[in-house]
């Protein structure tokens, strides 16, 4: 099952590399790298789910083992199958945003004619560039593998217990370490593209499919009137010099004026009435009741998402602080929309696959959909717009890197907004009470050895529980996503839906202006 979801992946991400990538530009290196990226950050998100049903499947409901997995060897074995599958992914990951990304990238930045720079100096260029991502990844390695970040905090209180039976769960080792720690940092740069793009994705994809478009043929009309009014205007000034004296200076500039109003006029009808008489608009229309029961349902969709995460962090905030790095062990909030739907769906094998899917998918098609409409920016320098078919190689190679730190934090985003499904599945586990065993769900008050934490949830919490620094500028950062999410749904709200008219002229500017294209 999982092999013909890699297959899917691999097909989706291919449309989508090439509607983006410019028809222009005939670079294949940037495609293939950027779509390799984006493959793999897509199969890593998408071991959750397998994760999940891999641990959750090898106990019974009653809380017993099933019988293949009574034996404490067997689920390691299957565990560390897994473990060492998620570090191969990130591991792969790390190769290509630390390396096939960046030699990518200034390869093509040292020219986009081949002919100009000979392929050896480009290529030199590059690498030395690229050395600088190299010695930073080694350098995150190193850190993670030999520097002690500390113990759990020596704090009374039952918390600290269920820390230390936390800890007990998840051995570290000095690789794993250096992957963790790894992780850990481009999980925190994967945050900060969720609270730019992600946030803003969330809220306004569903309303672009709420809200209606403007008439094309009212704006053709307004078009028409101002060509009017410039034809007018001509007369007039052919008029006024019909007796051969000299054009002044403002009248000539004036009438060069109207000659680029008029190509232009010319143009923008063109690509109007061309997207008018298109198929695709012509499905768009006979979709439009759909589209509206679309953009509704995974509207919905987003607010449960964010009252998921929302609901955690209240939980973190109330019964953790900073110096547990807001790390909670037990939780006391249980009313998650998100966490309590994927947890009952497993009993209906595979609908929580399936929903994980769709939500995977939904959260990558919001970043995409946040980084379209924001666009490509190094603080407050706008360095690419991602338009389909115009998008410049180096712009589709930071769309891949872009995306993929988003898809890497939404681990820790799936972390927070279903903790019960990410971290135990639906295991269960007996107790002995008033002299009878009651089955009760897995959290970290089970006794030793009758719970397994899935491995998404060790990778993720072996680097917190011993950096409270880390525990504590993750919450932040999720916290900001979430106001992120209520500043971007209000101005989507009230953001009217551009026009098709607006819309060409916004992709020809964006096209024609050389600062966007460097």
């Not at 067997?74 to 560390?80: A, K």
């Not at 009017?228 to 052919?238: D, F, G, H, S």
């Not at 190509?263 to 695709?280: I, M």
């Amino acid at each position: 099952t999982f092999g013909i979801i890699m297959l899917i992946c691999a097909v989706v991400v291919g449309i989508c590399i090439k509607r983006f990538a410019h028809v222009a530009q005939p670079g294949v290196a940037p495609r293939f790298v950027s779509g390799l990226t984006c493959w793999l950050v897509l199969v890593t998100a998408l071991l959750l789910p397998v994760d999940v049903f891999m641990t959750s499947y090898q106990k019974h409901p009653n809380g017993t083992w099933q019988d293949w997995a009574a034996d404490n060897g067997t689920r390691e074995d299957i565990n560390n199958a897994i473990l060492y599958t998620y570090y191969a992914c990130y591991g792969l990951l790390t190769l290509c945003l630390f390396v096939l990304i960046p030699f990518a990238y200034f390869y093509f930045e040292e020219g986009d004619d081949e002919d100009e720079v000979p392929i050896a100096d480009r290529m030199c260029s590059a690498f030395k560039y690229s050395f600088c991502f190299v010695f930073l990844v080694i350098a995150l390695l190193l850190v993670g593998a030999f520097v002690q970040f500390g113990t759990i905090p020596n704090v009374n209180g039952t918390i600290i217990d269920d820390l230390d039976s936390l800890g007990d769960q998840i051995k570290s080792k000095g690789v794993e370490s250096a992957l963790s720690f790894t992780i850990s940092v481009l999980t925190v740069l994967g945050l900060f593209v969720y609270i730019v793009y992600t946030a803003y994705g969330l809220s306004a994809f569903p309303f672009n499919l709420i809200k209606t478009r403007g008439s094309a043929t009212a704006e053709l009309n307004r078009l028409h009137v101002e060509q009017v009014a410039r034809e007018e205007k001509e007369r007039q000034l052919a008029a006024k010099y019909a007796d051969g004296r000299p054009v002044i200076p403002s009248d000539r500039r004036l009438l060069q004026k109207i000659a680029r109003d008029k190509e232009r006029y010319n143009e923008l009808q063109r690509l109007v009435q061309t997207d008018e008489s298109s198929c695709w608009r012509k499905v768009l229309v006979c979709c439009r009741p759909f589209s509206v029961l679309i953009g509704i349902f995974l509207y919905l969709i987003s607010l449960a998402f964010m009252a998921s995460v929302t609901v955690t962090l209240v939980d973190k905030y109330v019964y953790s602080n900073y110096t547990l790095g807001y790390v909670l062990p037990t939780i006391h909030y249980k009313y998650s929309p998100i966490n309590y739907i994927l947890t009952y769906s497993q009993l209906v094998f595979p609908l929580d696959y399936i929903l994980v899917l769709l939500l995977v998918f939904y959260i990558a098609c919001c970043t995409v959909n946040g980084i379209r409409r924001i666009g490509i920016w190094f603080f407050w320098i706008q360095m690419f717009e991602v338009i389909p078919g115009r998008t410049m190689p180096q712009g589709l190679l930071l769309l891949s890197a872009f995306f993929s730190y988003a898809m890497i934090a939404s681990n820790q985003l799936m972390l927070v907004a279903m903790p019960t499904y990410s971290t135990y599945g639906s295991q269960h586990y007996m107790v002995p009470e008033n002299g009878t065993m009651v089955v009760k769900p897995c959290d970290n008050h089970a006794p030793a050895g009758e719970c397994q934490l899935t491995q998404v949830a060790s990778i993720i919490t072996r680097f917190t529980i011993h950096a409270n620094l880390y525990g504590a500028i993750v919450t932040y950062l999720v916290s900001a996503f979430v106001v992120t999410y209520v500043a971007g749904m209000l101005v989507a709200a009230v953001k009217r839906k551009r026009s098709v008219l607006e819309k060409a002229v916004g992709d020809r500017q964006a096209e024609d202006d050389p600062l966007l294209n460097l």
